[in-house]
């Protein structure tokens, strides 16, 4: 039940962006708190003029649409494990967004909504940009653990949609970018120390980490493993009922 505390007084709001409009340029990453980078962005670029519209909500938004020229597909918890929001704060401005028709729940998780990506894409692009529109073989900070091709019989959508959302070890599902034929899956740590990234370019396979001490490379390079070994039974389980089908197709002709 939605009660008084729940509404955004406008007023209120109007008054915390006069006072405080430098501490709502900063947006934080889940791991603030342990000393890595913030990142500045200009609000003007953002700003979808709504009253009702608050910090948090623009936060979300710059979230989704980090790069404008691609898809990010984040679930509840990876939200809020990326901008380091409350669990109730998240659940509201979640459902202001969406009940404005700026974000939308999907199968893969929140994404922005068509006409609010025209909306923003009519101002001024953000300032910053972590992921570019050509994703590159290697990303500035990481380092790469694994490289393959991916199996010919497995087609990228199936791995993407088969690791979605999956937990590895110590590692935590934070999110999705979809680009031209390209991908890129996101974990964390439970600490919110390290990351790991699996970028599915063209038909190759890369797994990178921002782990920077031994232990955490060590851990990473486990966990990348189990990835990897997850992605391929799905492609021999999925060789193995193609050929079951075409067994019984064959019995029957």
């Known amino acids: 039940m939605v009660t008084d505390k729940d509404i955004v007084n ?20 889940p791991t603030s708190n342990k000393n890595l980078v913030q990142i500045l962005v200009e609000k003007e670029n953002i700003e979808i003029y709504n009253p009702d519209l608050g910090a948090n ?15 990010h597909y984040y679930t509840f918890k990876g939200i809020m494990r990326k901008i380091n929001l409350h ?18 729940k999907t199968m893969m998780g929140y994404k922005i909504t068509k006409e609010c990506k025209t909306q923003l894409s009519k101002r001024r692009e953000a300032n910053f940009s972590s992921i570019p529109i ?19 019989d497995l087609m990228t959508h199936d791995i993407v949609a088969a690791l979605t959302g999956k937990w590895f070890d110590t590692l935590r599902w934070l ?7 390209e991908y890129l899956l996101q974990w964390i740590s439970t600490d919110h120390k390290v990351l790991v990234n699996l970028r599915i370019l063209s038909r190759y396979i890369i797994i990178e980490t921002n782990a920077t001490n031994e232990k955490d490379r060590m851990e990473s390079m486990i966990s990348s493993y189990k990835i990897l070994d997850y ?23």
């Open 57 to 71: 909500d623009h936060k979300i938004l710059l979230l989704l649409n980090d790069n404008s020229e691609l898809n």
């Open 10 to 29: 406008k007023d209120i709001v109007n008054k915390e962006k006069g006072n405080n409009q430098n501490a709502d340029n900063i947006i934080s990453s």
């Open 134 to 152: 050509k994703i590159p073989i290697e990303s500035a900070g990481f380092t790469q653990l694994i490289q393959t091709h991916v199996p010919c």
């Open 87 to 104: 669990q109730q704060s998240l659940s509201r401005s979640l459902q202001r967004l969406e009940s404005l028709e700026l974000i939308e």
């Open 175 to 181: 999110g999705l970018v979809e680009g031209d034929n």
């Open 231 to 253: 992605a391929t039974k799905l492609a021999k389980n999925k060789i193995n009922r193609c050929s079951s089908t075409q067994y019984e197709l064959d019995i029957f002709d």
